[in-house]
C-alpha cells in the first residue's frame, strides 16, 4: 500500500478544524497609545462648563520692605487683578456609534458587539483628546506657551545644553518633559555620543530616560514635520501655579471623568445609536509653568518615511 494511501486513513487537519472552536480575541485597535500626559496632568472639576483664569496684575508693582526703625516709613501697596480675565470652555470630542440590533442580537458570543463597538470608540475619542491637548489651536499646549518660553536648539539635534535651557525657564519645580519618542531616541544618541548615557526612572510600571531627575514623556500626538519636532517642559497641578487639565462632572450617561454615553433609541431601519461625548479643556496657570524647545531634529526623512504621511 502506497504512502499516499496510508495518509488518506487518518483525519486530515483541515478537516479536523471544522469541529474545533477557535479562541477569539477581541478587536486590537493599532492606534492605542499609553496617553501619559493625560496621566500626569492634574484635572480640575469645572462648573458650568468655564474656567475663568484670575491673575495679579503687574506683579512687581506690589511693594513691601523689611520693618525699619522708624514704623512711619513702612510702605503701602495692594494687589491688583486683571480686568478681564482669560475664560477657558470645555471644548467636545463626540460622535455617534450605531450598531445595527440584528448584529448584537445574533453575534455576541463570545464577545458583545456593543461593548466592543463602545470600547473602540472610546479608545479612539481618548486618542483624539490628547491631540487636542497638545495641538488644539485654542487651549492645546504649543498655542499657550508665551513668547519669553520658547527656545531653538544649538545644534540641531536635542542636546543636554538643549534640555537644561528649557529647565532655566520652568525652574519651579519642573513635572515632566513631553515630546515624539523619535526625539527622545535622538537624545538618547547625543547624550551617548557625550558620554552621559541618561539614566531611568520607573513610572506606570514603564521605564522612562531622565534629564536632571526629570522623566522625558512620550507621545506621538507631538507633531513632526519634515524631520523636525518639539520637546515641551511643564510644571503642573494648581497649587504648583501649573499646567492644569479641566473637565466637566456630574455628566449624564458618566463613564469616567469628562466622558459619557447615551443611548439615544432605535430608529425604524433597526439601527441603535450612542452619543459618546468627551468634554475636556486644558490651562496654562502662569506663563513660567510651560516652554517649548522648537526646530529639534529627530533624523533625516528617508530614516522614518512613515513618520511623516
Known amino acids: 500500500m502506497s504512502a499516499q494511501h496510508d ?17 477569539k480575541t477581541v478587536p486590537q485597535l493599532s492606534i492605542i497609545s499609553p496617553r501619559w500626559l493625560t496621566h500626569l496632568l492634574q484635572w480640575q472639576p469645572v462648573e458650568a462648563g468655564i474656567y475663568r483664569l484670575n491673575k495679579v496684575r503687574n506683579p512687581r508693582d506690589v511693594r513691601v520692605a523689611c520693618s525699619q526703625r522708624d514704623e512711619s516709613e513702612l510702605p503701602s501697596t495692594f494687589v491688583d487683578y486683571e480686568e478681564q480675565p482669560r475664560e477657558y470652555f470645555l471644548n467636545a470630542v463626540t460622535t455617534v456609534l450605531d450598531v445595527h440590533t440584528r448584529v448584537s442580537d445574533l453575534y455576541s458570543s463570545p464577545h458583545d458587539q456593543i461593548k466592543e463597538q463602545l470600547r473602540l470608540t472610546i479608545e479612539t475619542i481618548k486618542e483624539r483628546q490628547e491631540s487636542e491637548l497638545i495641538n488644539n489651536p ?13 527656545l531653538s536648539t544649538l545644534t540641531g539635534a536635542p542636546t543636554p545644553d538643549d534640555l537644561d535651557d528649557l529647565l532655566t525657564r520652568v525652574w519651579k519645580e ?41 522623566p522625558l514623556i512620550p507621545s506621538d500626538k507631538v507633531p513632526v514635520e ?6 515641551l517642559l511643564l510644571r503642573t497641578g494648581d497649587k504648583r501655579q501649573g499646567v492644569v487639565g479641566l473637565f466637566q462632572p456630574g455628566l449624564a450617561g458618566e463613564q469616567s471623568p469628562g466622558l459619557s454615553v447615551r443611548f439615544m433609541g432605535i430608529n425604524r431601519n433597526a439601527i441603535a445609536s450612542y452619543l459618546i461625548s468627551l468634554y475636556c479643556s486644558l490651562a496654562v496657570l502662569s506663563d513660567d509653568a510651560l516652554a517649548v524647545l522648537e526646530d529639534v531634529e529627530i533624523g533625516k526623512y528617508h530614516d522614518y518615511p512613515d513618520t511623516y504621511k
Open 7 to 23: 495518509a488518506q486513513l487518518a483525519l486530515g487537519d483541515n478537516a479536523a478544524r471544522q469541529l474545533a472552536n477557535a479562541t
Open 138 to 150: 485654542d487651549y492645546g499646549l504649543l498655542a499657550n506657551v508665551a513668547d519669553e518660553q520658547r
Open 174 to 214: 519642573p513635572g515632566f518633559f513631553l515630546t515624539h519618542p523619535l526625539a527622545i531616541a535622538a537624545f538618547g544618541r547625543e547624550c551617548t555620543r557625550r558620554g552621559v548615557p541618561p539614566p531611568t526612572v520607573s513610572l506606570f510600571g514603564s521605564q522612562f530616560l531622565t534629564w536632571r531627575g526629570i
Open 226 to 231: 519634515d524631520g523636525k519636532t518639539r520637546i
